[in-house]
Protein backbone atom coordinates (compact mmCIF):
# COMPACT_ATOMS: atom_id res chain seq x y z
CA UNK A 1 0.00 0.00 0.00
CA UNK A 2 1.25 3.46 -0.96
CA UNK A 3 1.79 6.28 1.81
CA UNK A 4 -0.07 9.19 1.94
CA UNK A 5 1.57 11.95 2.21
CA UNK A 6 0.45 15.34 2.72
CA UNK A 7 3.19 18.27 2.25
CA UNK A 8 2.38 21.39 3.90
CA UNK A 9 4.27 24.56 2.30
CA UNK A 10 4.67 28.17 2.40
CA UNK A 11 3.13 29.63 5.70
CA UNK A 12 2.72 33.00 7.37
CA UNK A 13 6.41 33.38 7.58
CA UNK A 14 9.11 35.55 5.65
CA UNK A 15 10.32 32.53 4.37
CA UNK A 16 7.11 31.71 2.53
CA UNK A 17 8.44 31.77 -0.77
CA UNK A 18 11.86 29.67 0.17
CA UNK A 19 9.29 26.42 1.62
CA UNK A 20 7.22 27.02 -1.60
CA UNK A 21 10.66 26.55 -3.73
CA UNK A 22 11.37 23.22 -1.31
CA UNK A 23 8.69 21.85 -1.54
CA UNK A 24 8.80 21.48 -5.26
CA UNK A 25 11.98 19.80 -5.30
CA UNK A 26 9.90 17.49 -2.71
CA UNK A 27 7.68 16.45 -4.47
CA UNK A 28 9.30 15.63 -7.15
CA UNK A 29 11.75 13.82 -5.07
CA UNK A 30 9.27 12.09 -3.19
CA UNK A 31 9.24 8.12 -4.94
CA UNK A 32 5.84 7.91 -6.55
CA UNK A 33 5.76 4.02 -6.31
CA UNK A 34 5.62 4.58 -2.74
CA UNK A 35 3.98 7.78 -1.67
CA UNK A 36 0.73 9.06 -2.82
CA UNK A 37 1.52 13.21 -2.37
CA UNK A 38 -1.31 15.83 -1.67
CA UNK A 39 0.26 19.39 -1.47
CA UNK A 40 -1.58 22.21 0.41
CA UNK A 41 -0.12 25.56 0.11
CA UNK A 42 -0.67 27.67 3.45
CA UNK A 43 -1.10 31.14 2.04
CA UNK A 44 0.97 34.17 4.24
CA UNK A 45 -2.66 34.76 5.68
CA UNK A 46 -2.64 31.38 7.45
CA UNK A 47 -5.19 29.93 5.35
CA UNK A 48 -4.92 26.19 3.98
CA UNK A 49 -5.73 26.50 -0.17
CA UNK A 50 -7.87 24.13 -1.89
CA UNK A 51 -6.42 22.03 -4.48
CA UNK A 52 -6.34 24.27 -7.94
CA UNK A 53 -5.36 27.39 -5.47
CA UNK A 54 -2.28 24.87 -4.14
CA UNK A 55 -1.24 24.38 -7.46
CA UNK A 56 -1.44 27.65 -8.75
CA UNK A 57 0.68 28.85 -5.70
CA UNK A 58 2.90 25.85 -6.59
CA UNK A 59 4.11 27.18 -10.06
CA UNK A 60 3.71 30.68 -9.65
CA UNK A 61 5.21 30.75 -6.13
CA UNK A 62 2.91 33.53 -5.10
CA UNK A 63 -0.02 32.26 -2.83
CA UNK A 64 -3.53 33.79 -3.56
CA UNK A 65 -5.64 34.88 -0.73
CA UNK A 66 -8.68 33.02 0.27
CA UNK A 67 -8.84 29.35 1.24
CA UNK A 68 -10.02 28.16 4.22
CA UNK A 69 -9.11 28.98 8.11
CA UNK A 70 -6.34 26.05 9.59
CA UNK A 71 -9.01 24.27 11.85
CA UNK A 72 -11.80 23.19 9.21
CA UNK A 73 -8.81 22.22 7.06
CA UNK A 74 -6.85 20.10 9.45
CA UNK A 75 -9.59 17.71 9.89
CA UNK A 76 -9.14 16.86 6.32
CA UNK A 77 -5.80 15.97 7.25
CA UNK A 78 -7.19 12.61 8.31
CA UNK A 79 -6.45 9.44 6.95
CA UNK A 80 -2.98 10.81 5.68
CA UNK A 81 -0.40 8.58 7.12
CA UNK A 82 2.25 11.22 7.35
CA UNK A 83 2.73 15.02 6.87
CA UNK A 84 5.73 16.92 5.79
CA UNK A 85 5.83 20.50 7.23
CA UNK A 86 7.99 21.66 4.96
CA UNK A 87 7.67 25.03 6.60
CA UNK A 88 10.45 27.75 7.93
CA UNK A 89 10.03 29.79 10.35
CA UNK A 90 6.97 31.40 12.66
CA UNK A 91 4.03 29.50 12.75
CA UNK A 92 5.47 26.30 11.08
CA UNK A 93 8.63 25.89 12.86
CA UNK A 94 7.77 26.86 15.83
CA UNK A 95 5.74 24.11 17.23
CA UNK A 96 2.28 25.32 16.09
CA UNK A 97 2.16 23.18 13.39
CA UNK A 98 3.52 20.65 14.78
CA UNK A 99 0.93 20.69 17.97
CA UNK A 100 -1.78 20.79 15.60
CA UNK A 101 -0.91 17.69 13.79
CA UNK A 102 0.03 16.19 17.21
CA UNK A 103 -3.33 16.81 18.79
CA UNK A 104 -4.53 15.83 15.45
CA UNK A 105 -2.75 12.24 15.72
CA UNK A 106 -0.99 12.22 12.32
CA UNK A 107 2.86 11.45 12.27
CA UNK A 108 4.65 14.34 10.48
CA UNK A 109 8.42 15.07 9.56
CA UNK A 110 10.73 16.72 12.00
CA UNK A 111 10.93 17.04 15.75
CA UNK A 112 7.89 17.58 17.97
CA UNK A 113 6.58 20.86 19.83
CA UNK A 114 9.56 20.88 22.60
CA UNK A 115 12.11 20.39 20.37
CA UNK A 116 10.64 22.80 17.66
CA UNK A 117 9.62 25.63 19.86
CA UNK A 118 12.78 25.91 21.85
CA UNK A 119 14.75 25.64 18.52
CA UNK A 120 13.38 28.51 17.01
CA UNK A 121 13.78 30.59 19.86
CA UNK A 122 17.38 31.81 19.77
CA UNK A 123 17.31 32.40 24.09
CA UNK A 124 15.45 29.16 25.21
CA UNK A 125 18.27 27.71 22.56
CA UNK A 126 20.48 29.40 24.12
CA UNK A 127 20.01 28.85 27.85
CA UNK A 128 19.24 24.83 26.97
CA UNK A 129 22.42 24.31 24.92
CA UNK A 130 24.07 26.55 27.67
CA UNK A 131 23.68 24.06 30.68
CA UNK A 132 24.21 21.26 27.77
CA UNK A 133 27.92 22.41 28.49
CA UNK A 134 27.69 23.64 24.54
CA UNK A 135 30.31 26.63 23.26
CA UNK A 136 28.47 29.49 22.39
CA UNK A 137 28.81 33.83 21.95
CA UNK A 138 27.97 35.81 25.40
CA UNK A 139 24.51 37.26 25.10
CA UNK A 140 21.95 38.85 27.04
CA UNK A 141 18.09 39.01 26.74
CA UNK A 142 15.85 41.92 26.31
CA UNK A 143 12.18 42.48 26.24
CA UNK A 144 9.98 44.99 24.26
CA UNK A 145 8.44 46.34 27.96
CA UNK A 146 11.28 46.86 29.36
CA UNK A 147 12.64 48.84 26.14
CA UNK A 148 10.54 51.14 26.43
CA UNK A 149 10.23 51.51 30.31
CA UNK A 150 14.12 51.49 31.50
CA UNK A 151 15.92 52.01 27.91
CA UNK A 152 19.29 52.60 29.50
CA UNK A 153 19.14 49.33 30.89
CA UNK A 154 19.18 47.63 28.14
CA UNK A 155 21.57 50.10 26.94
CA UNK A 156 23.76 48.93 29.92
CA UNK A 157 23.85 45.35 28.95
CA UNK A 158 25.11 46.13 25.61
CA UNK A 159 27.54 47.89 26.53
CA UNK A 160 29.34 45.58 28.72
CA UNK A 161 29.35 42.67 25.94
CA UNK A 162 30.84 45.11 23.79
CA UNK A 163 30.56 46.87 20.49
CA UNK A 164 30.72 45.10 17.28
CA UNK A 165 27.10 43.15 19.03
CA UNK A 166 24.48 41.38 17.19
CA UNK A 167 21.07 42.37 17.78
CA UNK A 168 18.09 40.07 16.75
CA UNK A 169 14.49 39.30 16.49
CA UNK A 170 14.64 35.84 19.36
CA UNK A 171 12.31 34.16 17.58
CA UNK A 172 12.86 34.83 13.28
CA UNK A 173 15.22 33.35 10.92
CA UNK A 174 16.55 34.25 7.49
CA UNK A 175 18.20 37.18 9.02
CA UNK A 176 15.21 39.14 8.99
CA UNK A 177 15.36 42.21 11.64
CA UNK A 178 18.98 41.28 12.39
CA UNK A 179 21.40 43.84 12.69
CA UNK A 180 25.33 43.92 13.18
CA UNK A 181 25.90 46.92 15.77
CA UNK A 182 29.39 48.74 15.34
CA UNK A 183 28.79 51.55 17.81
CA UNK A 184 26.81 52.84 20.79
CA UNK A 185 25.33 55.24 18.63
CA UNK A 186 23.60 52.81 16.57
CA UNK A 187 22.21 50.84 19.14
CA UNK A 188 18.49 52.22 19.40
CA UNK A 189 17.59 51.86 15.93
CA UNK A 190 18.77 47.96 16.06
CA UNK A 191 16.52 47.74 18.81
CA UNK A 192 13.46 49.68 17.42
CA UNK A 193 14.27 47.43 14.58
CA UNK A 194 14.03 43.83 16.53
CA UNK A 195 11.45 44.82 18.85
CA UNK A 196 9.15 45.85 15.94
CA UNK A 197 9.25 42.04 14.76
CA UNK A 198 9.10 40.14 17.99
CA UNK A 199 8.72 40.79 22.08
CA UNK A 200 11.67 39.46 23.07
CA UNK A 201 15.27 40.28 21.80
CA UNK A 202 18.48 38.74 22.09
CA UNK A 203 22.19 40.88 22.20
CA UNK A 204 24.55 38.85 21.16
CA UNK A 205 28.42 39.63 21.73
CA UNK A 206 30.61 39.31 18.38
CA UNK A 207 32.90 36.45 17.83
CA UNK A 208 36.65 38.05 18.35
CA UNK A 209 37.70 37.31 14.41
CA UNK A 210 34.68 37.16 11.58
CA UNK A 211 34.29 34.11 11.91
CA UNK A 212 34.05 30.99 9.25
CA UNK A 213 30.67 29.84 8.85
CA UNK A 214 30.51 25.95 9.20
CA UNK A 215 27.01 23.93 8.71
CA UNK A 216 25.90 20.15 9.75
CA UNK A 217 22.72 18.04 9.10
CA UNK A 218 21.55 15.85 11.78
CA UNK A 219 19.37 12.95 10.79
CA UNK A 220 17.63 10.00 13.20
CA UNK A 221 15.14 10.12 15.82
CA UNK A 222 16.60 8.95 18.65
CA UNK A 223 19.51 7.43 17.40
CA UNK A 224 20.85 10.41 15.04
CA UNK A 225 23.56 10.36 12.31
CA UNK A 226 25.89 13.41 11.67
CA UNK A 227 26.51 14.82 7.85
CA UNK A 228 30.05 16.07 7.21
CA UNK A 229 30.60 19.76 7.66
CA UNK A 230 29.95 22.10 5.12
CA UNK A 231 30.91 25.62 4.58
CA UNK A 232 29.35 28.89 3.12
CA UNK A 233 31.20 31.84 2.09
CA UNK A 234 30.61 35.32 1.02
CA UNK A 235 31.40 38.32 0.46
CA UNK A 236 29.54 40.51 2.84
CA UNK A 237 29.90 41.54 6.36
CA UNK A 238 27.37 39.11 7.77
CA UNK A 239 25.31 36.69 6.47
CA UNK A 240 22.08 38.77 5.79
CA UNK A 241 18.86 38.63 3.89
CA UNK A 242 20.04 39.50 0.21
CA UNK A 243 23.45 37.86 0.72
CA UNK A 244 21.20 34.52 1.43
CA UNK A 245 18.67 34.63 -1.19
CA UNK A 246 20.81 36.38 -4.06
CA UNK A 247 22.25 33.91 -6.52
CA UNK A 248 25.48 33.88 -7.10
CA UNK A 249 26.28 36.21 -3.87
CA UNK A 250 27.35 32.99 -1.43
CA UNK A 251 29.17 29.66 -2.34
CA UNK A 252 28.57 26.31 -0.36
CA UNK A 253 31.91 23.66 0.22
CA UNK A 254 31.52 20.16 0.76
CA UNK A 255 33.33 19.07 2.99
CA UNK A 256 34.69 22.49 4.45
CA UNK A 257 38.37 22.67 4.48
CA UNK A 258 39.04 22.12 8.46
CA UNK A 259 41.50 19.78 10.32
CA UNK A 260 39.93 16.84 11.00
CA UNK A 261 39.81 17.08 14.29
CA UNK A 262 37.88 20.17 14.35
CA UNK A 263 35.07 18.66 11.51
CA UNK A 264 34.69 16.11 14.49
CA UNK A 265 34.12 17.97 17.43
CA UNK A 266 31.19 19.76 14.84
CA UNK A 267 29.94 16.71 14.75
CA UNK A 268 29.91 15.41 18.28
CA UNK A 269 28.71 19.14 19.56
CA UNK A 270 25.59 18.75 16.97
CA UNK A 271 24.13 15.78 18.22
CA UNK A 272 24.56 16.71 21.60
CA UNK A 273 22.46 19.89 20.65
CA UNK A 274 19.78 17.57 19.05
CA UNK A 275 19.58 15.61 21.56
CA UNK A 276 19.66 18.61 24.67
CA UNK A 277 16.88 20.21 22.34
CA UNK A 278 14.39 17.20 21.86
CA UNK A 279 15.03 17.37 18.31
CA UNK A 280 14.09 14.49 15.93
CA UNK A 281 14.25 13.79 12.35
CA UNK A 282 16.11 16.18 11.00
CA UNK A 283 18.30 19.50 12.03
CA UNK A 284 20.90 21.73 10.46
CA UNK A 285 23.35 22.68 13.41
CA UNK A 286 25.40 26.05 12.66
CA UNK A 287 28.42 26.69 14.08
CA UNK A 288 31.04 29.64 13.88
CA UNK A 289 34.79 28.83 13.48
CA UNK A 290 36.61 31.14 14.88
CA UNK A 291 40.25 30.08 12.55
CA UNK A 292 42.23 32.71 15.09
CA UNK A 293 41.96 31.44 17.98
CA UNK A 294 40.70 27.78 17.26
CA UNK A 295 37.27 28.55 18.92
CA UNK A 296 34.40 27.27 17.72
CA UNK A 297 30.83 28.25 18.94
CA UNK A 298 27.43 26.95 18.27
CA UNK A 299 25.24 29.89 16.68
CA UNK A 300 21.85 27.80 15.73
CA UNK A 301 19.49 25.11 15.31
CA UNK A 302 17.50 25.10 12.44
CA UNK A 303 14.33 21.72 12.85
CA UNK A 304 13.44 22.67 9.07
CA UNK A 305 16.10 23.78 7.03
CA UNK A 306 15.96 24.90 3.64
CA UNK A 307 15.15 21.96 1.56
CA UNK A 308 15.43 22.38 -2.44
CA UNK A 309 17.50 20.00 -4.17
CA UNK A 310 20.54 22.89 -3.93
CA UNK A 311 19.93 23.90 -0.15
CA UNK A 312 22.54 23.03 2.42
CA UNK A 313 21.50 19.91 4.25
CA UNK A 314 20.39 18.43 1.33
CA UNK A 315 24.07 18.56 -0.53
CA UNK A 316 25.63 17.50 3.55
CA UNK A 317 23.72 14.08 3.10
CA UNK A 318 24.32 13.79 -0.32
CA UNK A 319 28.11 14.03 0.14
CA UNK A 320 27.44 11.35 2.59
CA UNK A 321 26.11 8.87 0.20
CA UNK A 322 22.03 9.23 0.66
CA UNK A 323 20.62 10.93 -2.20
CA UNK A 324 18.02 14.18 -2.20
CA UNK A 325 15.02 11.12 -3.04
CA UNK A 326 16.43 8.54 -0.82
CA UNK A 327 17.04 11.40 1.71
CA UNK A 328 13.29 12.26 1.80
CA UNK A 329 11.82 8.60 1.77
CA UNK A 330 14.31 8.10 4.85
CA UNK A 331 12.53 11.43 6.48
CA UNK A 332 9.37 10.02 6.24
CA UNK A 333 10.35 6.96 7.28
CA UNK A 334 11.67 8.40 10.37
CA UNK A 335 8.20 10.02 10.66
CA UNK A 336 6.31 6.48 10.48
CA UNK A 337 8.72 4.94 13.24
CA UNK A 338 8.07 3.77 16.70
CA UNK A 339 9.93 5.62 19.13
P1 LIG B 1 19.08 33.47 11.29
O1 LIG B 1 18.34 32.50 12.15
O2 LIG B 1 18.19 34.55 10.80
O3 LIG B 1 19.88 32.77 10.21
P2 LIG B 1 21.62 33.92 12.70
O4 LIG B 1 21.65 33.95 14.18
O5 LIG B 1 22.13 32.69 12.05
O6 LIG B 1 20.12 34.24 12.24
O7 LIG B 1 22.43 35.18 12.17
C1 LIG B 1 22.55 35.47 10.80
C2 LIG B 1 23.99 35.75 10.42
O8 LIG B 1 24.51 36.86 11.17
C3 LIG B 1 24.96 34.63 10.71
O9 LIG B 1 24.95 33.65 9.70
C4 LIG B 1 26.30 35.40 10.80
O10 LIG B 1 26.77 35.76 9.50
C5 LIG B 1 25.89 36.67 11.50
N1 LIG B 1 26.01 36.57 12.98
C6 LIG B 1 24.97 36.37 13.82
N2 LIG B 1 25.37 36.36 15.11
C7 LIG B 1 26.70 36.56 15.10
C8 LIG B 1 27.70 36.66 16.13
N3 LIG B 1 27.36 36.58 17.42
N4 LIG B 1 29.00 36.87 15.75
C9 LIG B 1 29.33 36.97 14.45
N5 LIG B 1 28.44 36.88 13.43
C10 LIG B 1 27.14 36.68 13.73
MG1 LIG C 1 17.89 30.43 11.78
MG1 LIG D 1 21.39 31.42 10.55
Request: hydrophobic share 45%; with cysteine.
Amino acid sequence: MKKRILLLAGGQSGEHEVSLMSARSVLNALPRDQFDVTPVVISKQGRWLPPTETQRALESGEAPTGGDLVLHRAASAEGYDAVFPLLHGPMGEDGTVQGLLTLAGIPFVGSGVLGSAVSMDKIMTKQVLASAGIPQVAWALAVRREWQAQPDTVRERAAALGYPLFVKPANLGSSVGISKVARAEDLDGALNLAFSLDRRVILEAMTAHKPREVEVGILGNDAPIASPVGELRFDADFYDYETKYTEGRASMHIPAPLPPEVAEQIRTLALRAFRALDCAGLARVDFFYVEETGELLLNEVNTMPGFTTTSMYPKLFEAAGLNYSALVTRLVELALEDR
